[in-house]
């Protein structure tokens, strides 16, 4: 079965760095465009950045020049550089694989970002 497993999250003070990683199972990884997306305590789940099997990459505004989304095929993982954090990125991220007929999520990892 498509299992997604996060992990990399915790608590940073403003200005510095986290790296989330997303091991992807069940389901042929090279060929799937995959996403981050995040909810904040009150806030809807939002798009945070995508890659394509092609590993052409696309960001929030928010968070454009600050992360870095990647993809590493040959171990079937997603990663997620976060740099320059600040308190408005604390949130539960999550992994994301489109699949066609759905999509599948992993359980999250919650970031926080202290002031």
């Known amino acids: 079965q498509v299992q997604l497993v996060e992990s990399g999250g915790g608590l940073v003070q403003t200005g510095g760095s986290l790296r989330l990683s997303c091991v992807a199972s069940g389901f042929i990884f090279s060929v799937r465009h995959m996403a981050w997306y995040r909810q904040a305590p009150g806030q809807q789940r939002e798009l945070v950045a995508t890659?394509?099997?092609?590993?052409?990459?696309n960001y929030a505004d928010s968070v454009k020049g600050r992360f870095t989304i990647s993809r590493d095929n040959a171990k079937n993982t997603v990663s997620l550089q976060m740099n320059s954090l600040t308190p408005e990125d604390t949130a539960v991220y999550y992994c994301?694989?489109?699949?066609?007929?759905?999509?599948?999520w992993g359980q999250g990892t919650q970031v926080t970002v202290s002031s």
């Open positions: 994301t694989a489109n699949l066609g007929v759905q999509r599948y």
């Open positions: 890659i394509t099997s092609g590993a052409r990459t």
